[in-house]
């Protein structure tokens, strides 16, 4: 994990504020975390990756925040209430809901099955919109706040990533939705859309990546090769999450060095 974890300005958003961030066991979602424990946060660390979050929390010991871990599945209904439930009663409050729990599979489209397609969106977007209708009602308190994890794959045809794009198409859509139903509640709604993040869900794919044509990836790569790093998405996540955000809703973010423009 890269000391970029740390806040170079020494921000203290997030003191007195407590915040879930999914797919905290690696990756984005745990650079994420780590992030807004640097500034001062109580963060709920959540994933199935148990050794992922014991290193997150282990990572944030000496963080002017602190990091709990809570082992769960976004995508099954009953664990995200009770992760609710248990934020409320140990926290008192929720502040900030931060949706960076995917997961994502490179294939032919004709070679993906109807159970790996329904796995994909079960996690991406399923479990996105649970944690959101869960927090919701929390966050109405307190007038907190949604990340949510989109990509840039849900607009520029990223091929291979049939089921992963449709899940973060839904999440573009989710997010829009949500912010506009809630505004004049005050609750903002927003994501991020990585393109080009060197994280282990990405490096996973390496195996898969090699049998598939390279050639149709030229326009989605950095014409220097550069990837970006999770904490440089962190640090935006962490950004519409404060109040350095409080006049954004509604906005899908992209961070993907250029590539897209």
């Known amino acids: 994990m890269s000391n970029e974890n740390k ?4 921000l203290q958003r997030f ?3 407590s915040i879930i961030v999914t797919g905290a066991g690696s990756g984005i979602g745990q650079a994420t975390a780590l992030r807004i424990a640097s500034e001062g946060g109580a963060v709920i660390a959540v994933d199935l990756n148990e050794a992922g979050l014991q290193e997150t929390v282990s990572a944030a010991a000496d963080m002017s925040g602190s990091v709990r871990a809570y082992s769960a599945s976004v995508a099954e209904e009953e ?7 248990d934020v409320k009663d140990k926290e008192g409050k929720l502040d900030a809901l931060i949706n960076m729990a995917g997961i994502l599979r490179a294939m032919p489209s004709t070679e993906t099955s109807l159970a790996e397609f329904q796995q994909i969106l079960n996690v991406n977007l399923i479990g996105t919109f649970l944690c959101c209708r869960e927090a919701i009602p ?4 307190t007038k907190g706040c949604i990340v ?3 990509s840039t794959s849900a607009q520029f045809g990223h091929p291979y990533m049939a089921a992963y794009a449709a899940s973060k198409g839904g999440v573009y859509a989710l997010t829009r939705t949500l912010a506009w139903e809630y505004l004049k509640q005050g609750v903002r709604v927003n994501a991020v859309a990585p393109g080009g993040i060197l994280t282990p869900m990405v490096l996973a794919q390496g195996e898969r990546m090699a049998s598939l044509d390279m050639d149709l ?3 989605l790569n ?6 970006g790093a999770p904490e440089q998405v962190a640090g935006v996540i ?4 404060s109040a350095d955000g409080a006049h954004m809703t509604g906005e899908v973010v992209k961070v993907d060095g250029g590539v897209h423009n």
């Open 7 to 10: 806040s170079l300005s020494g």
């Open 15 to 17: 003191s007195n504020k």
């Open 79 to 85: 664990q995200v209430k009770a992760l609710i439930a």
């Open 138 to 141: 929390a966050l109405l308190e």
């Open 148 to 150: 949510n994890a989109a």
């Open 217 to 219: 990836f030229t326009h």
């Open 222 to 227: 950095r014409p220097d090769g550069q990837f």
């Open 238 to 241: 962490a950004m519409l999450a």
